[in-house]
């Protein structure tokens, strides 16, 4: 398991929870254990959509949440391959959800599912040298510190796509 504080943390909570039920009688307040993740959950899921929150989601204290880190490089220039990853974006099965054409970064999403409550692709486009572009990818879950290595298939995906755009 690559994250064992978010398991302790939910096992904790369901104890929480059936101890203070069974001392009190009071589901209410049992219930009340599980405010705190529902809140996280419910805070993610509305602040997912934009680009400026990307350092809430990629912060290296925010251990709830699993990220993982993917580059290539291109020899197409910076501009043009913030186009055409624009263009993959769409055409494949991510939503575009915010981009920022003078930083060339793009924020791509993926819809709830069975395995994990959805990723973020967060993609930069930088140049490395006049004819060089480097594209990091970011993949973090929105909520949950495993992602069934969803993360790691959104980017073989992602590349997959791209590298079918480029051939004739």
């Given at each position: 398991?690559?994250?064992?504080?978010?398991?302790?943390?939910?096992?904790?909570?369901?104890?929480?929870?059936?101890?203070?039920?069974?001392?009190?009688?009071?589901?209410?307040?049992a219930l009340?254990?599980f405010?705190?993740?529902?809140?996280?959950?419910v805070?993610?899921?509305f602040?997912?959509k934009?680009?400026?929150y990307?350092?809430w989601?990629?912060?290296?204290?925010?251990?709830?949440?699993?990220k993982?880190i993917?580059?290539?490089?291109?020899?197409?220039?910076?501009?043009?391959?913030?186009?055409?990853?624009?263009?993959?974006?769409?055409?494949s099965?991510?939503?575009?959800?915010?981009s920022?054409?003078e930083?060339?970064?793009?924020?791509?999403g993926?819809?709830?599912?069975?395995?994990?409550?959805?990723?973020?692709?967060?993609?930069e486009?930088?140049?490395?040298?006049s004819?060089?572009?480097v594209?990091?990818?970011?993949?973090?879950?929105?909520?949950?510190?495993?992602?069934?290595?969803?993360?790691?298939?959104?980017?073989?995906?992602?590349?997959?796509?791209?590298?079918?755009?480029?051939?004739?």
């Amino acid at each position: 398991m690559k994250h064992k504080l978010p398991f302790v943390i939910g096992i904790s909570s369901l104890l929480l929870y059936k101890l203070l039920y069974y001392f009190t009688g009071n589901i209410y307040l049992a219930l009340s254990v599980f405010i705190v993740p529902i809140s996280m959950l419910v805070l993610n899921i509305f602040l997912r959509k934009k680009l400026r929150y990307k350092s809430w989601f990629l912060s290296k204290y925010n251990s709830f949440l699993e990220k993982e880190i993917s580059t290539f490089e291109s020899d197409i220039p910076k501009e043009l391959l913030f186009q055409k990853v624009l263009e993959v974006s769409v055409s494949s099965s991510f939503n575009e959800l915010d981009s920022n054409v003078e930083t060339s970064e793009l924020l791509i999403g993926t819809t709830p599912n069975f395995w994990t409550w959805g990723e973020n692709m967060y993609i930069e486009i930088k140049e490395k040298d006049s004819e060089t572009s480097v594209v990091k990818i970011t993949s973090v879950t929105i909520y949950g510190s495993y992602s069934w290595n969803r993360n790691r298939a959104n980017y073989q995906h992602f590349y997959k796509s791209f590298q079918q755009s480029l051939t004739i």
